[in-house]
DNA sequence: AAGATATGCCTTATATATCGGTCAATTCGA
DNA sequence: TCGAATTGACCGATATATAAGGCATATCTT
């Protein structure tokens, strides 16, 4: 009977999908769009919109970060040049790092 | 024929997914775990781990959120609590605009 | 107050992401 | 150096999200 093992999330996870659903809910309003038209500007279909409003974890990211930008929520306080900019920085430190892990070394190293 | 119409991101959506990929690799590294483990971890295939490691637009934003919270990268910098608050506070937003929008006024009302 | 529009919630068919696996290449430990 | 482990890429089957629409209710405009 396949028993469709269902998938839990972490309770923080939950939240922070909550906190941006609202986000964006309160951005779309702020600029006096309806749901159809943010769907409509997204190109997805408003039952899917109104699950990314609720936070639903099962919504493609993509989708989620798009609608963000369009009503003007902000993600890593950061404009493209910013992004751009992180995204070196953070190559940089991976180079640092071995290429492969490996389960030998149990040290933990915690500063970000 | 059926076309498949795919579906485009802007690329402040695309780049802001590839720094969160490349931090939750980063988040990894530095905490030891493997692909295998990390996926384990998360309950889902290695080669979903691969494809969120590199900004796919078409994940589960709920894994993504969840992988993210599991190597330690924050997004809102903010706690638990700190992001309860957060919530309450954009509810309260909210609840100060009208409940539904009507194209008619088409002030801006640009002001995070 | 009345009419129009937006929103909430639900359902089914279809498109597609995920799983689970394989194989090759790379890189680390001993 | 050699062997074991990790990583990168790919694939088909299956589980599942999305699209599209309907209906009821709430709330705005005039």
Redesign the pocket.
């Known amino acids: 009977m396949?028993a469709?093992?269902k998938r839990t999330y972490a309770r923080y996870t939950l939240e922070g999908l909550t906190l941006l659903g609202k986000m964006i809910r309160l951005g779309r309003k702020k600029r006096k769009m309806?749901?159809?038209e943010l769907a409509e500007r997204l190109?997805?279909?408003?039952?899917?919109l109104?699950?990314m409003e609720k936070g639903?974890p099962?919504?493609?990211i993509g989708?989620m970060f798009e609608a963000a930008a369009i009503v003007g929520v902000k993600l890593f306080d950061a404009d493209e040049k910013g992004i751009t900019a992180l995204i070196s920085r953070t190559d940089d430190r991976i180079a640092l790092l071995?290429?492969?892990?490996?389960?030998?070394?149990k040290r933990v190293d915690d500063e970000f």
């Open positions: 396949a469709t093992q309806t749901e159809h190109g997805i279909a408003r039952s899917t109104q699950r639903d099962k919504v493609e989708l071995p290429k492969h892990v490996y389960k030998a070394g």
